[in-house]
């Protein structure tokens, strides 16, 4: 008798995985790329779906919309217990250097250090680093080009800074002109 290859798990349970290993924000194109064939009306379906079996189950965890995708996150009302095991988002200071390119990036981005380092007359790298190692920038480098890498803003900036989108950011006459 052989043995048989065990059926694959259901497209929920995969697309469930693939938001639990976290990471970039999941699309319906990505997961197109990881489950063959799958209709983005299925990967909608399946995102609803799940969220409705963590309500239900009454799990501490939902699946939340970003404009980069959807992400699985903790639920408002829990937040106290991951800033107890992780420390909470306010023991990161931020020089004022690295504020002032964060803010270029939410603003600008994609942008690319050439464009901050001109747009603030100094070098930024020190300031860019510091941003990716605590997750609120992200790199993109076309086809792996490193000199034509742009930054952006990631899921957990709109988490830290209380923002659904970018669109939340402030629009003042002033912030306009950066």
Request: proline content about 8%; hydrophobic content about 40%.
């Amino acid at each position: 008798m052989k043995d048989q290859a065990p059926s694959p798990p259901p497209v929920p349970r995969i697309i469930e995985a693939l938001l639990f290993v976290g990471g970039a924000p999941l699309t319906a194109a990505r997961a197109k790329e990881i489950i063959r064939h799958l209709p983005e009306d299925e990967f909608l379906a399946a995102i609803d779906s799940l969220n409705r079996d963590y309500r239900r189950q009454a799990r501490p965890y939902l699946i939340y919309a970003s404009e980069e995708g959807f992400v699985l996150r903790l639920k408002p009302q829990f937040r106290t217990v991951r800033e107890r095991l992780l420390g909470s988002p306010r023991e990161a200071r931020l020089t004022p250097q690295s504020l002032d390119v964060l803010a270029l990036i939410a603003y600008r981005q994609p942008i690319s250090k050439v464009e901050l380092d001109s747009q603030r007359g100094t070098d930024s790298r020190g300031s860019l680093q510091q941003l990716v190692r605590l997750g609120l920038v992200a790199v993109e480098s076309p086809e792996g080009n490193p000199k034509e890498a742009r930054y952006k803003t990631t899921a957990r900036f709109l988490e830290l800074f209380g923002l659904r989108s970018l669109d939340d950011l402030p629009q003042t006459g002033d912030l306009q002109r950066l």
